[in-house]
């Protein structure tokens, strides 16, 4: 059975950095396109940034240029470095891997930014 796993959240101030991490198992084979959404309560879950197998990364505009995502194939873990975290950044961070042509969700870390 798959399943992804994320880790890294916790608090931090403004203007500071956390790097989350997501670790798929339980499958023989290598994800395809892998992806960071978050969601905070009462609104709808967002994408946040998306690494496919190859080729180029993309990201939402409200994050572009603070945070990076990169994977590590080999471990089947895929990386969120985020930076210049704002207050808006708070949210619970998901994760989800498309393996085989199914999704396959995390179920999420917390981020919150506060001083």
């Known amino acids: 059975q798959v399943q992804l796993v994320e880790s890294g959240g916790g608090l931090v101030q403004p203007g500071g950095s956390l790097r989350l991490s997501c670790a798929a198992s339980?499958?023989?084979?290598?994800?395809?396109?892998m992806a960071w959404y978050r969601q905070t309560p009462g609104k709808q879950r967002e994408w946040v940034a998306t690494?496919?197998?190859?080729?180029?990364?993309n990201y939402a505009d409200s994050v572009k240029g603070r945070f990076t995502i990169s994977r590590d194939n080999a471990q089947n873990t895929v990386y969120l470095q985020m930076n210049r975290l704002k207050p808006e950044d708070t949210a619970v961070y998901y994760c989800?891997?498309?393996?085989?042509?199914?999704?396959?969700w995390g179920k999420g870390t917390l981020v919150t930014v506060s001083s």
């Open positions: 989800n891997a498309a393996i085989e042509g199914i999704i396959y």
């Open positions: 339980g499958s023989i084979f290598r994800p395809d396109a």
């Open positions: 690494i496919p197998n190859t080729g180029r990364t």
